[in-house]
Protein backbone atom coordinates (compact mmCIF):
# COMPACT_ATOMS: atom_id res chain seq x y z
CA UNK A 1 0.00 0.00 0.00
CA UNK A 2 1.68 3.29 -1.03
CA UNK A 3 0.63 6.75 -1.31
CA UNK A 4 0.42 10.15 0.56
CA UNK A 5 -2.12 12.53 2.31
CA UNK A 6 -1.03 16.14 2.46
CA UNK A 7 2.76 15.14 0.39
CA UNK A 8 3.36 12.50 3.82
CA UNK A 9 2.78 9.02 3.87
CA UNK A 10 0.00 7.79 6.16
CA UNK A 11 0.90 5.74 8.90
CA UNK A 12 0.00 2.28 8.37
CA UNK A 13 1.29 2.71 4.32
CA UNK A 14 4.51 0.47 3.21
CA UNK A 15 5.30 3.65 0.69
CA UNK A 16 4.82 7.24 0.36
CA UNK A 17 4.69 8.80 -3.04
CA UNK A 18 8.15 10.05 -3.54
CA UNK A 19 9.32 8.32 -6.97
CA UNK A 20 12.66 7.64 -4.72
CA UNK A 21 10.96 4.90 -2.44
CA UNK A 22 10.11 2.51 -5.57
CA UNK A 23 13.27 1.07 -6.13
CA UNK A 24 12.99 -2.51 -8.27
CA UNK A 25 14.40 -3.93 -5.12
CA UNK A 26 11.42 -2.87 -2.91
CA UNK A 27 8.80 -3.35 -5.42
CA UNK A 28 9.97 -6.62 -7.24
CA UNK A 29 6.90 -8.89 -7.60
CA UNK A 30 4.15 -6.65 -5.90
CA UNK A 31 1.35 -5.44 -6.59
CA UNK A 32 1.04 -1.57 -5.95
CA UNK A 33 -2.39 -0.22 -4.39
CA UNK A 34 -1.70 3.48 -4.55
CA UNK A 35 -4.02 6.12 -2.50
CA UNK A 36 -3.17 10.04 -3.19
CA UNK A 37 -5.19 13.33 -1.80
CA UNK A 38 -5.47 14.58 -5.20
CA UNK A 39 -4.27 12.55 -7.71
CA UNK A 40 -6.49 9.06 -7.64
CA UNK A 41 -9.95 10.73 -7.11
CA UNK A 42 -9.16 12.57 -10.31
CA UNK A 43 -8.50 9.09 -12.04
CA UNK A 44 -11.37 7.47 -11.11
CA UNK A 45 -13.79 10.15 -11.65
CA UNK A 46 -12.24 9.73 -14.79
CA UNK A 47 -13.53 6.25 -15.75
CA UNK A 48 -16.60 6.89 -17.53
CA UNK A 49 -14.30 8.01 -20.43
CA UNK A 50 -13.93 6.11 -23.56
CA UNK A 51 -10.09 5.73 -22.97
CA UNK A 52 -8.06 7.54 -19.81
CA UNK A 53 -4.46 8.42 -20.05
CA UNK A 54 -2.21 9.26 -16.86
CA UNK A 55 0.35 12.23 -17.73
CA UNK A 56 2.71 13.61 -16.48
CA UNK A 57 6.21 15.42 -17.57
CA UNK A 58 8.44 12.04 -17.63
CA UNK A 59 6.11 11.05 -20.23
CA UNK A 60 4.59 14.01 -21.72
CA UNK A 61 5.94 13.26 -25.40
CA UNK A 62 4.20 9.86 -25.58
CA UNK A 63 0.90 11.00 -24.38
CA UNK A 64 0.53 13.81 -26.63
CA UNK A 65 1.51 11.60 -29.52
CA UNK A 66 -1.57 8.32 -27.97
CA UNK A 67 -3.69 11.52 -27.51
CA UNK A 68 -3.03 12.73 -31.32
CA UNK A 69 -3.74 9.54 -32.22
CA UNK A 70 -7.17 8.63 -30.68
CA UNK A 71 -9.45 10.16 -32.74
CA UNK A 72 -11.80 11.18 -30.36
CA UNK A 73 -12.11 14.53 -28.60
CA UNK A 74 -9.96 15.68 -25.61
CA UNK A 75 -10.50 16.32 -22.53
CA UNK A 76 -7.73 17.63 -19.58
CA UNK A 77 -8.26 16.82 -16.29
CA UNK A 78 -5.97 18.43 -13.92
CA UNK A 79 -6.18 16.53 -10.40
CA UNK A 80 -5.31 20.00 -8.76
CA UNK A 81 -5.82 20.44 -4.67
CA UNK A 82 -8.43 19.61 -2.68
CA UNK A 83 -11.17 21.09 -4.80
CA UNK A 84 -9.38 23.93 -6.49
CA UNK A 85 -6.46 24.65 -9.28
CA UNK A 86 -3.09 23.76 -8.38
CA UNK A 87 0.34 25.28 -10.42
CA UNK A 88 1.89 21.91 -11.56
CA UNK A 89 -1.42 20.22 -12.83
CA UNK A 90 -2.05 23.90 -15.18
CA UNK A 91 1.50 23.65 -16.04
CA UNK A 92 1.60 20.19 -17.75
CA UNK A 93 -2.09 20.36 -18.56
CA UNK A 94 -0.79 23.51 -20.77
CA UNK A 95 2.16 21.53 -22.15
CA UNK A 96 -0.16 18.94 -23.24
CA UNK A 97 -2.88 21.60 -25.23
CA UNK A 98 0.51 23.24 -26.42
CA UNK A 99 1.97 19.79 -28.14
CA UNK A 100 -1.48 18.77 -29.29
CA UNK A 101 -2.32 22.83 -31.04
CA UNK A 102 1.54 22.57 -32.60
CA UNK A 103 0.20 18.66 -34.54
CA UNK A 104 -2.82 20.85 -35.91
CA UNK A 105 -5.43 20.07 -32.96
CA UNK A 106 -7.75 23.04 -32.10
CA UNK A 107 -8.11 24.61 -28.79
CA UNK A 108 -11.68 25.09 -26.92
CA UNK A 109 -12.15 26.52 -23.72
CA UNK A 110 -10.74 29.06 -21.73
CA UNK A 111 -9.21 26.44 -19.09
CA UNK A 112 -6.83 25.03 -21.54
CA UNK A 113 -6.06 28.49 -23.36
CA UNK A 114 -5.21 29.32 -19.62
CA UNK A 115 -3.00 26.32 -19.06
CA UNK A 116 -1.26 26.97 -22.52
CA UNK A 117 -0.67 30.41 -21.63
CA UNK A 118 1.23 29.70 -18.47
CA UNK A 119 3.30 27.27 -20.55
CA UNK A 120 3.98 29.31 -23.48
CA UNK A 121 5.04 32.37 -20.72
CA UNK A 122 7.45 30.03 -18.39
CA UNK A 123 8.93 27.88 -21.56
CA UNK A 124 12.09 29.15 -21.06
CA UNK A 125 12.62 28.36 -17.25
CA UNK A 126 14.01 25.43 -16.22
CA UNK A 127 10.84 23.51 -15.34
CA UNK A 128 12.17 22.12 -11.85
CA UNK A 129 12.38 26.13 -11.27
CA UNK A 130 8.59 26.68 -12.40
CA UNK A 131 7.83 23.78 -10.51
CA UNK A 132 9.16 24.91 -7.29
CA UNK A 133 7.29 28.23 -7.86
CA UNK A 134 3.58 26.78 -6.68
CA UNK A 135 2.31 25.84 -3.48
CA UNK A 136 2.79 22.02 -4.12
CA UNK A 137 6.15 22.87 -4.89
CA UNK A 138 6.92 25.11 -1.94
CA UNK A 139 5.16 22.32 0.53
CA UNK A 140 7.57 19.36 -1.33
CA UNK A 141 10.28 21.86 -0.36
CA UNK A 142 8.88 22.32 3.26
CA UNK A 143 8.98 18.85 3.68
CA UNK A 144 12.11 18.43 2.53
CA UNK A 145 11.45 16.60 -0.74
CA UNK A 146 13.16 18.57 -3.34
CA UNK A 147 14.66 15.53 -5.06
CA UNK A 148 11.02 14.57 -6.08
CA UNK A 149 10.43 18.23 -7.66
CA UNK A 150 13.89 17.52 -9.92
CA UNK A 151 12.65 13.81 -10.62
CA UNK A 152 9.17 15.10 -11.92
CA UNK A 153 10.63 17.45 -14.24
CA UNK A 154 12.75 15.09 -16.26
CA UNK A 155 10.33 15.57 -19.50
CA UNK A 156 10.12 12.62 -21.86
CA UNK A 157 12.38 10.45 -20.06
CA UNK A 158 9.62 7.46 -20.18
CA UNK A 159 8.28 6.30 -23.27
CA UNK A 160 5.45 4.90 -22.17
CA UNK A 161 1.82 5.31 -22.15
CA UNK A 162 -0.24 4.58 -18.73
CA UNK A 163 -4.11 3.92 -19.42
CA UNK A 164 -6.34 3.08 -17.02
CA UNK A 165 -8.44 -0.23 -16.90
CA UNK A 166 -11.38 -1.28 -15.36
CA UNK A 167 -12.62 -3.92 -13.16
CA UNK A 168 -10.83 -3.74 -11.17
CA UNK A 169 -9.68 -0.14 -11.21
CA UNK A 170 -5.54 0.05 -12.38
CA UNK A 171 -3.44 1.49 -14.20
CA UNK A 172 -1.07 0.04 -16.94
CA UNK A 173 1.07 0.74 -19.80
CA UNK A 174 -0.46 0.49 -23.13
CA UNK A 175 -0.02 -2.53 -24.94
CA UNK A 176 -0.53 -0.96 -28.32
CA UNK A 177 1.51 2.24 -27.47
CA UNK A 178 5.39 2.55 -29.56
CA UNK A 179 7.89 2.45 -26.86
CA UNK A 180 11.22 2.54 -27.64
CA UNK A 181 13.66 -0.12 -25.71
CA UNK A 182 15.43 1.81 -23.35
CA UNK A 183 16.39 2.64 -19.95
CA UNK A 184 14.49 5.23 -17.86
CA UNK A 185 15.50 5.67 -14.91
CA UNK A 186 16.57 2.05 -12.95
CA UNK A 187 14.32 0.41 -15.17
CA UNK A 188 14.56 -1.42 -18.77
CA UNK A 189 11.77 -0.93 -20.92
CA UNK A 190 11.38 -4.05 -23.58
CA UNK A 191 9.82 -2.48 -26.38
CA UNK A 192 8.45 -5.02 -28.47
CA UNK A 193 6.93 -6.27 -25.38
CA UNK A 194 6.02 -2.99 -23.91
CA UNK A 195 6.65 -4.33 -20.72
CA UNK A 196 8.92 -2.84 -17.67
CA UNK A 197 11.49 -5.36 -16.47
CA UNK A 198 12.83 -5.71 -12.57
CA UNK A 199 15.39 -2.69 -12.63
CA UNK A 200 19.37 -2.55 -12.35
CA UNK A 201 20.58 0.22 -10.62
CA UNK A 202 23.00 2.72 -12.08
CA UNK A 203 26.36 1.38 -9.93
CA UNK A 204 24.93 -2.24 -10.74
CA UNK A 205 25.32 -1.37 -14.70
CA UNK A 206 28.32 -3.14 -15.50
CA UNK A 207 27.01 -6.31 -14.66
CA UNK A 208 24.07 -6.93 -16.85
CA UNK A 209 22.45 -10.43 -16.86
CA UNK A 210 23.14 -12.26 -19.77
CA UNK A 211 20.45 -11.60 -22.21
CA UNK A 212 19.87 -7.80 -21.50
CA UNK A 213 21.56 -5.74 -23.55
CA UNK A 214 22.79 -1.96 -22.98
CA UNK A 215 22.54 0.60 -25.16
CA UNK A 216 19.97 1.77 -27.35
CA UNK A 217 19.07 2.48 -30.86
CA UNK A 218 19.09 -0.93 -33.00
CA UNK A 219 21.44 -2.17 -30.34
CA UNK A 220 18.72 -2.43 -27.99
CA UNK A 221 16.32 -3.32 -30.61
CA UNK A 222 18.08 -6.51 -30.95
CA UNK A 223 17.69 -7.59 -27.65
CA UNK A 224 15.45 -8.19 -24.94
CA UNK A 225 15.29 -7.62 -21.36
CA UNK A 226 15.16 -10.96 -19.48
CA UNK A 227 15.83 -9.39 -16.03
CA UNK A 228 13.36 -11.93 -14.04
CA UNK A 229 12.91 -14.82 -16.20
CA UNK A 230 15.56 -16.70 -18.14
CA UNK A 231 16.44 -15.45 -21.81
CA UNK A 232 14.92 -17.34 -24.67
CA UNK A 233 16.85 -20.02 -25.95
CA UNK A 234 18.95 -18.56 -28.82
Same mark, same amino acid.
Given at each position: ?????? /????? /???????? #??????????? @???????????? *??????????? @?????? !? +????????????? *??????????????????? #??????????????? +?? $???? !?? =???????????????? &???? +???????????????? %????????????????? %???? *????? &?????? @?? $????? /?????? =?? #????????????? @? %?? /? $?? $??? #??????????????
Amino acid at each position: VCGERD /GLKPA /GYDLGNGP #GEFSAARVRGS @VLVMATTNGTPA *ILRARPALRTL @VASFLN !L +GATIEALDNSGTD *IRIICAGEKGGPSWEDTLL #GGHIVEGLRSRGLAV +GG $DGAR !LA =LGMAVSTKEQPLAEVL &RQGA +GGQRLLRQGFAHDIEH %ASQVDSLRMVAVLRSDP %ARVE *IDPVA &RVDPVW @VG $DVFVD /GPELRP =LV #GIPEEARGNVPEG @V %AR /G $DG $DDL #GRHRGYLDREPPAA
